[in-house]
């Protein structure tokens, strides 16, 4: 062993402290192998090793490391919401800042260890377990419209199952998930002492995207975002569990209170501006109550447009290629007011949506617009609302909410449309457990049908078996 001289070594790292102390040296070197980087790396195979070691540390844990990691995790989530919300906010410049914040702070009812729990069969012919195993390290993708509160969900459930993980983050969101990221490793490490559970891609791509698909430490991936990338991780060759877009629809018909079915939209529709996926985009309403229905959106903080407001508003929104319509970006997450302004109009600085009356072929009734804009679209009967909502709905099967007391009608519209997420008479947050029963996650795994994400979700069923006559009865 080479000879040290302890108080040389002393010196070196009281003048480190100094220089870090007066901001000589303002970051570490990024992504240089296992050094203290707090999980942040340049490059992906350095990022997949690393998280492959932690899965190897987290597994000799046992149940006892990843309790204590989830309830870490949660708790610096809580305690910095307020913090990361407004650096998310100030970051991505969309949706709003109450409810970036309150995003983080119901990071409780994401569920932990508790869901996994084996299946267990005993008999004449012996006893059977099936274990619920991790599958090692998961490359999640998340999104820039929930970027923190995506990772710190993902981090719950993924470690809650025995993983580690590698995130590529939205490159609009890449700073809130470097700053989260390493906080989350800073708290798991003193709690535990396993260094780079959750690794963070400092600089994502679709490279880094591409090279999270073929790294071979990379057991699965999660994704969290829109059509492309779902596309995407789906011809990767890959397991991926996919939570895709959505476009949920609203039927509203002549059953119900139309104050409370108003009010109900307006509160998931308004939710960070629309940005959630189970958000409320479109509305048809029965002929015979829809004048009704609208001055009720309006008595509870809806502005109507119409006309050349309308057109202005959907030329600022949507490009036009031939007869199909993409969404510019520029006003996704953005305060009716603003809306209101591109639309050539002003709205009370009290007001939560937009809405208009449209036809159902309206780009607004078609697109996932993710901004507090909301169509209305009378039908002449509920059938024609269910057909209607079934084409906006694109058979993403992500989520649909209807207002009806009539139970058949529920019945035929959840049979149509088939979404994962169907909520009845609430808001569209009910369907996360906010408000309605159940639990929360950030991730529904709509494309490939998993669901709402659990702990569960992020597990290998593996079965373990012992024959033989082993009845103790
Ligand atoms: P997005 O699709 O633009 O980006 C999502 C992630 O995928 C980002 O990390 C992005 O960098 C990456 N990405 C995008 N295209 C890619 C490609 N071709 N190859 C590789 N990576 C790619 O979505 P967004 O605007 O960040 O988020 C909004 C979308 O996500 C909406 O469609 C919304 O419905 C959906 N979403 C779904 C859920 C769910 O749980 N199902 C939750 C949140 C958001």
Request: glycine fraction near 10%; charge should be neutral.
């Amino acid at each position: 062993m080479a000879d040290f001289d302890e108080n040389a070594v002393r010196a070196i790292v009281r003048d480190v402290l100094n220089k870090l102390g007066s901001g000589e040296i303002k970051s570490f070197n990024i992504g240089s192998g296992r050094s203290d980087n707090n999980g942040i790396f340049d490059d992906v195979d350095e990022a997949a090793s690393a998280a492959f070691d932690a899965f190897k540390a987290l597994s000799k844990g046992g149940f006892a490391a990843r309790q204590k990691i989830t309830d870490a995790v949660k708790d610096v989530t809580v305690s910095r919401a307020r913090e990361w919300g407004e650096f998310e906010f100030e970051e991505t410049k969309i949706g709003k800042l109450e409810h970036k914040i309150g995003k983080l702070e119901i990071i409780k009812g994401v569920p932990g260890t508790e869901w996994i729990r084996p299946d267990a069969w005993s008999g004449d012919n012996g006893i059977t377990h099936e274990e619920y195993a991790p599958y090692g390290v998961i490359g999640a993708i998340t999104p820039v419209t929930h970027s923190i509160p995506t990772i710190a969900g993902n981090i719950v459930n993924m470690v809650a199952a025995g993983n580690a993980i590698v995130v590529n983050p939205h490159p609009g969101g890449v700073k809130s998930a470097v700053k989260a990221v390493s906080e989350f490793n800073r708290v798991i490490e003193k709690t535990t002492g396993i260094k780079n559970l959750v690794c963070c891609m400092a600089h994502p791509t679709l490279e880094t995207f591409d090279a999270i698909c073929k790294n071979p430490n990379i057991a699965i991936m999660c994704i969290t975002g829109g059509p492309g990338v779902v596309s995407a991780a789906m011809k990767s060759g890959k397991k991926s569990i996919c939570a895709g877009p959505g476009n949920p629809p609203v039927i509203v018909d002549d059953t119900v209170d139309l104050d409370k079915a108003a009010r109900e939209t307006i509160e998931g529709g308004a939710f960070d501006n629309n940005l959630l996926c189970v958000g409320e985009k479109e509305i048809f309403v029965l002929d015979k109550v829809a004048d009704e229905f609208a001055r009720a959106l309006e008595r509870n903080g809806g502005f109507r447009i119409s006309g050349s407001a309308l057109d202005r508003l959907t030329s600022e929104v949507f490009e036009r290629k031939g007869d199909k319509f993409s969404l510019k970006r520029t006003l996704v997450g953005k305060d009716p007011q603003k809306l209101a302004e591109a639309a050539g109009t002003a709205c009370p600085k009290e007001t939560r949506i937009l809405f208009a009356e449209t036809d159902r072929n309206h780009p607004f009734v078609i697109e996932e617009q993710m901004m507090p804009m909301i169509p209305i679209v009378r039908v002449g009967s509920f059938e024609e609302a269910v057909d209607a909502a079934k084409r906006a709905e694109h058979n993403y099967r992500h989520s649909a909410i209807i207002h009806s007391l009539n139970v058949e009608r529920m019945t035929l519209m959840a049979r149509e449309l088939n979404t994962t997420v169907f909520v009845k008479n609430g808001p569209s947050t009910a369907g996360l457990g906010l408000g309605g029963e159940g639990y929360l996650s950030y991730s529904i795994a709509t494309t490939t049908g998993e669901g709402i994400s659990n702990p569960k979700t992020f597990t290998r069923k593996r079965r373990c078996v012992m024959a033989g006559n082993l009845n103790i009865f």
